[in-house]
Structures are given as structure tokens and as C-alpha cells.
């Protein structure tokens, strides 16, 4: 729920390592994963690896052309895609709560440009960096890998519903903190701190504002609700995911307000932390 602008700053240059930590901590141990599962699948002349890697190109290549992010920034999405396909492959796939995630951010980060721009803090033309979209997409993809979700939930949850519960809040709070971001830039005032509620200006870390605040939970709810119709999740466990995300939220708001304002976390390392708590609160919540 930060106003800081995400998208062209990681952070002071000598914060830039957290950057680095989070690409190196989700994105090779998701590709390898992705790698193996599709070398097995083509082994069995399974057409899922074929359809996962038509999935990753398509993905990669329309956030690419459409400027939502580099084109390492598109690869690292891409990686990211083929994970939640692997795990949840069909139609009753996890790709429709990202699908809902990309448009919502979207559309979020082009309204009100030239107000942002304006005030310098309006997203990069060239779009997100690798590790901008690690931080807000790797937990969700990491939740879902079958060693990873076993290690943090337990592998004898029935049907799997804590990991798919944990990579749920972490895509909606992700959408529900670029959304409150960006909307709350231009709609909705003057942001506050959200540790002493003092007036500050927009792009102030930890700055929150009412009509932010409440779009990004909308954003959340939608999120969830695509989900819950895909993945075919009972309504406990997407109010579980729903309360997660929003959890993940206002921690993300308070990571700004304290530790990013003193120069002690990046915003990497904050979204990273914020999706990493809502999904491991889903998911011990489901267990």
C-alpha cells in the first residue's frame, strides 16, 4: 500500500543486493523446477509441456510488447506463468487469478499518468525490472512448487488447499498493493503516513490514502474470486486467502513506513516480504 514508485527505483544503490537476493532466492529453484517437470512431461509424451511453453511465450511476450515490463522482466514473468500452469494445469488453472492480476495492475499504472509524471513518480516507460517482478510474482509461483508447499504447509493437506491458498493471497496482495499505489496517486488525496497518520506528500513510503486503501482490497477481492472459480476452492478457503492478502497489505504499508523510510529495505525486498507473509499466513491458516 506504499506510494513509493515502483517501478523506476529498487532502492538506494547500496540496497541494491536485496534486489539481487530476491532474483537469486525465487527465480532459478522455479526455473529448474519448471525445466524438470517439462523435461518429464515431454519424456511421457504429455502435451502439458508443450501447452506450458506456448503459455510462457504468449506471457512473456505480451507483458514485453504491452511495456509492463523489461524484457528481463518478461522472461522472469514467463518462468513464473509456466510454474503456475505446471502446478495447476487445464482450464482449472491458477494462470486466471494471474490473468486478473496483470489487468488490474495494468490498468492501474496508466490511470492518471500525466498526474504522475507530474509529480515524478509515474511507472518507467520500459515497465517492471526482473527483480520488480520477482518480488511481486515469485513467492506466488514458489508457494505452488510441490517441495516447497510440502516443506512450509505439510504434505498431508487434503487436496493441496494450503498451497493453493498461499499462492492465491500472494498474487492478490500483490494486486491489491500496486492498485492502492497507483490509484491512490490520483485519487485519493493527501496521503498519511500510516504509522501517525501526519499528511505527507504522494510517493512517500508508507503513505496510505482512504480511496487507495479500499481499491486495492477491491483489487484483492477480485483476485480471490477469480481464483476461487478456477481453482474450485471452497469459500472458507478463499476468505482465508482473502484475509491473507490483506494482511500482506497494510504489512507491506508498514515495511514502508518504518524500515524502507530509514533506508534499511528496498522496495524489492519489501513487496518480496509482504507477498511472502500473506502466503505463508494462507497457508498455515488452510493447514
Avoid at 165 to 176: D, G, N, R, V
Wanted: positive net charge; aromatic residues 6%; hydrophobic residues 55%.
Amino acid at each position: 500500500m506504499s506510494l513509493t514508485r515502483e517501478y523506476g527505483r529498487a532502492g538506494p544503490a547500496a540496497l541494491r543486493w536485496q534486489s539481487q537476493t530476491v532474483l537469486l532466492a525465487l527465480v532459478p529453484v522455479t526455473a529448474t523446477w519448471v525445466t524438470l517437470a517439462a523435461a518429464d512431461a515431454w519424456q511421457t509424451h504429455s502435451r502439458i509441456g508443450w501447452i506450458d511453453a506456448a503459455i510462457s511465450v504468449v506471457f512473456a511476450t505480451l507483458v514485453w510488447r504491452l511495456r509492463a515490463a523489461t524484457l528481463g522482466g518478461a522472461l522472469t514473468g514467463g518462468i513464473f506463468a509456466a510454474a503456475l500452469y505446471l502446478r495447476t494445469p487445464g482450464w482449472h488453472t491458477a494462470l486466471w487469478p494471474l490473468l486478473a492480476l496483470v489487468v488490474l495492475t495494468f490498468g492501474a499504472t496508466r490511470c492518471g499518468r500525466r498526474r504522475k509524471e507530474t509529480l515524478g513518480i509515474a511507472e518507467d516507460r520500459h515497465g517492471r525490472r526482473a527483480s520488480q517482478v520477482a518480488a511481486n510474482l515469485g513467492v506466488a509461483a514458489l508457494a505452488g512448487l510441490p517441495f516447497a508447499s510440502a516443506f512450509g504447509f505439510g504434505s498431508a493437506v487434503r487436496d493441496d488447499r494450503a498451497a493453493l491458498a498461499a499462492m492465491l493471497a500472494a498474487m492478490a496482495e500483490a494486486a491489491a498493493d500496486t492498485v492502492s499505489s497507483e490509484l491512490g496517486q490520483v485519487l485519493g488525496g493527501e496521503p498519511r503516513l500510516l504509522t501517525t497518520f501526519q499528511r505527507v506528500s504522494p510517493g512517500t513510503d508508507g503513505a496510505i490514502t482512504v480511496v487507495g486503501t479500499l481499491a486495492g482490497c477491491l483489487a484483492a477481492a477480485v483476485v480471490v474470486a477469480v481464483g476461487q472459480a478456477a481453482l474450485m476452492l471452497p469459500h472458507t478457503v478463499a476468505l482465508i486467502a482473502l484475509g491473507a492478502a490483506l494482511a500482506g497489505l497494510f504489512f507491506d504499508s508498514l515495511l514502508g513506513a518504518i524500515p524502507e523510510r530509514r533506508g534499511w529495505l528496498n522496495n524489492d525486498a519489501v513487496n518480496a516480504l509482504s507477498t511472502l507473509l500473506a502466503a505463508l499466513v494462507a497457508g498455515f491458516a488452510c493447514r
